[in-house]
Every structure is written in C-alpha cells, then in structure tokens.
T-cell receptor
Framework: DSGVTQTPKHLITATGQRVTLRCSPRSGDLSVYWYQQSLDQGLQFLIQYYNGEERAKGNILERFSAQQFPDLHSELNLSSLELGDSALYFC????????????FGEGSWLTVV | EDQVTQSPEALRLQEGESSSLNCSYTVSGLRGLFWYRQDPGKGPEFLFTLYSAGEEKEKERLKATLTKKESFLHITAPKPEDSATYLCALGFSGNTGKLIFGQGTTLQVKP
C-alpha cells in the first residue's frame, strides 16, 4: 500500500459526459501528479500540482482540468468524454518536486461507452 | 527530444534463469532514472532511483545500474513472483518531479 488513495476505482460513463476523479496523497506529501495509462500510449504524464499551485503540465487535453485543494487532495475533471479517453488514471504524490520518490495510487479505471 | 526506450518488450524466463532488462535514454538535464514494477491493473511500485553514471542499487534479486546513456535492471535467479511489467522513467532537472516513462518490459517467469 503506497498511501496514495484514489476514488472511484472503476467507473463507466457515456460519451459526452463529465467525471471527477479524486486523489488523497500520502501524509506529508505536497506534490500531486496525474498520469494516464492506455494500452497504446503507455504511462503519460498529465499534470503536477505542488502545495496548491500548478507546477508542470504534460499532454493534458483542454477538456481535462485538475486542481489541488488546501487540504492537499486533488481532483481530475474529465469532460466531453470520448471513447478514446478510456484508460487507467493514476494519481501519484511526493514530498517535493525533485529528487523525491514518487508513489503511485492504485488507479481509477475509466470506461467510456 | 527527450526519449526513453526499453527492451525487450517481453521476456520469458525459467525460474532461476538470470537476465537483464535495458532502458536507453536521451535527455537534456537528467535528474534521476527511476525503475518501477507494475502488476496488471495495479499502480507502479517504486523500486530504485539512480542519479549518476556508475551508480548501482540492489534489492533482493534485483540490481539496477546506470551509465550515461542507459540503465540495466539485472534479475538474478528470478522466481515466478517476479513476473510483472518493469518500467523505467526519466526525471528532469528544474522545479518539477514529473517522470517520462518507457513502454515497459513485461517479464514472465515460469516455474
């Protein structure tokens, strides 16, 4: 158990809908990361927050957004969902931003039908 | 362009048959090379971080090494429970901890 908690574990939704994935980082970790893993793309970095502020951005679609709240939990919002958004979404956390081990949660399986 | 390539894509070993997985990379401003293990449907599990060429780290049957252009994950006398996908990832200099992952090597160890 990495200490990173993600909810929900599984969800199925229809195209065009919006979903929110939630993440609680490990106790004491200030950085939260979101990754997307699909069969053809592998594990792709989406976005990083550090203590409430956006720190780095990867290949995150404009339909996706994230935020980190004062209690350090984070949410990833996915809107206008398409079939291709079906993937495993991971949250990860670390103490800081560099030279710190990054620990991953168990992921949220999203299926868009 | 920053890039990480893992080989082979898949590897089948008999229990006790040692081997190595390769991770080659091109990057500007490398700040750490990371190895993770991932079981099907699970999150990546941290194994090692290497920061400089010549560095080696060991954990049970696993040993990771780093050169200026590649890293190896040596598996000595593997057991069936070592079966998993092994991912290497690049960390970057600067004020971010983001990682860029390779496609992984899926290892199957048969008893």
């Amino acid at each position: 158990d990495s200490g990173v908690t993600q909810t929900p574990k599984h969800l199925i939704t229809a195209t065009g809908q919006r979903v929110t994935l939630r993440c609680s980082p490990r106790s004491g970790d200030l950085s939260v990361y979101w990754y997307q893993q699909s069969l053809d793309q592998g594990l792709q970095f989406l976005i990083q927050y550090y203590n409430g502020e956006e720190r780095a951005k990867g290949n995150i679609l404009e339909r996706f957004s994230a935020q980190q709240f004062p209690d350090l939990h984070s949410e990833l919002n996915l809107s206008s969902l398409e079939l291709g958004d079906s993937a495993l979404y991971f949250c990860a956390s670390s103490v800081g931003g560099t030279r710190n081990t990054i620990y991953f949660g168990e992921g949220s399986w999203l299926t868009v039908v | 362009e920053d890039q990480v390539t893992q080989s082979p894509e898949a590897l089948r070993l008999q229990e006790g048959e040692s081997s190595s997985l390769n991770c080659s990379y091109t990057v500007s401003g490398l700040r750490g090379l990371f190895w993770y293990r991932q079981d099907p449907g699970k999150g990546p599990e941290f194994l090692f971080t290497l920061y400089s060429a010549g560095e080696e780290k060991e954990k049970e049957r696993l040993k990771a090494t780093l050169t200026k252009k590649e890293s190896f994950l040596h598996i000595t006398a593997p057991k069936p429970e070592d079966s998993a996908t092994y991912l290497c990832a690049l960390g970057f200099s600067g004020n971010t901890g983001k990682l860029i992952f390779g496609q992984g090597t899926t290892l199957q160890v048969k008893p």
